[in-house]
């Protein structure tokens, strides 16, 4: 069974680190382009980072500089580190994986979606 389980969102201060963890099952983190979205209430999904299969990284403009994405491949898992946090990263975050090693464009491109885990940044 293809499973994707996204943890470790909570409720931080402005200016503080959380690290969100991604644990695949069904399928292998590290043969395919994997990456982190988010969706704020009201606000379409939107793409944070992306990791190619050779390491090769992708961030939006609004994380670049803060946020890490990573992988632990004897974990299959993936991760975000997210410093520095804004009131404006309050979102629910998701992973997905890409299809191939690509990393496409469009949202709607990837596959194997979680249920999401919930950060909330008050100021």
């Known amino acids: 069974q293809v499973q994707s389980v996204e943890s470790g969102g909570g409720s931080v201060q402005s200016g503080g680190s959380l690290t969100l963890s991604c644990a695949a099952s069904?399928?292998?983190?590290?043969?395919?382009?994997m990456g982190w979205f988010r969706q704020a209430p009201g606000k379409e999904r939107e793409e944070v980072a992306v990791?190619?299969?050779?390491?090769?990284?992708r961030y939006s403009d609004s994380t670049k500089g803060r946020f890490t994405i990573s992988r632990d491949n004897p974990k299959n898992t993936l991760l975000l580190h997210m410093n520095s946090l804004k009131p404006e990263d309050t979102a629910m975050y998701y992973c997905?994986?890409?299809?191939?090693?690509?990393?496409?464009?469009?949202?709607?491109?990837?596959?194997?979606w979680g249920t999401g885990t919930q950060v909330t940044v008050s100021s």
């Open positions: 990791i190619g299969l050779y390491g090769s990284t």
């Open positions: 069904g399928y292998t983190t590290n043969t395919r382009c």
């Open positions: 997905a994986a890409a299809r191939s090693s690509f990393c496409p464009l469009r949202v709607g491109d990837y596959i194997y």
